[in-house]
């Protein structure tokens, strides 16, 4: 499982990731989502919000990016809205997902600057899997808390820890 998407397209003097690499990896987890737009009338902006999908289970709407328009000269008012749509399309994902890319600050590149804490990505699946055979509260609670995800990550994967905790709790009441 991978939280860094390469970038392998390339315009306009950049690469970038492209929706399809992110896609490839959303299916090999097993992970669907869908995405809209919506006018927030106090920043006076639209926003790109995400809703990640596990399985048959839906997730909470994620506000991610602003779409911004472009003021590119080289393209027309729709290549320019088009190409910000799809800016924010892929980073809101990205952002819900907690992935990066390669190199999400290129043009800063050979700069010094303060290293981040880097997230890991989580197979989901695995996780899953390994959720279902944790046998006491403090185990579970050990495992959820060693994962460090992000909050799309928490998101996805709350249901099955809430679920695990619920029949650990009833084994518990039977044998106190």
Request: some cysteine; hydrophobic content about 30%.
């Amino acid at each position: 499982m991978t939280s860094k998407i390469k970038k392998l397209s390339q315009g306009y003097g950049y690469k970038y990731a492209d929706l399809s690499a992110i896609h490839e990896e959303l299916e090999k987890q097993g992970i669907t989502y869908y995405q809209y737009i919506e006018y927030n009338p106090e920043a006076n902006a639209d926003y790109v919000y995400t809703v990640l999908n596990y399985g048959e289970d839906e997730g909470k709407p994620l506000r991610g990016c602003r779409v911004i328009s472009g003021g590119d000269s080289m393209k027309s008012a729709a290549q320019a809205q088009g190409s910000a749509l799809t800016y924010a399309r892929r980073y809101s994902l990205l952002m819900a997902l907690g992935w990066c890319t390669e190199d999400d600050d290129g043009a800063t590149a050979g700069q010094a600057k303060e290293q981040p804490v880097e997230k890991k990505g989580v197979d989901f699946n695995e996780v899953r899997k390994h959720v279902q055979t944790i046998n006491s509260l403090d185990e579970l609670t050990e495992y959820w808390q060693s994962l460090n995800l992000t909050t799309g990550q928490a998101k996805i994967l709350q249901k099955y820890f809430s679920e695990r905790k619920a029949v650990l709790e009833d084994v518990a009441k039977e044998y106190a």
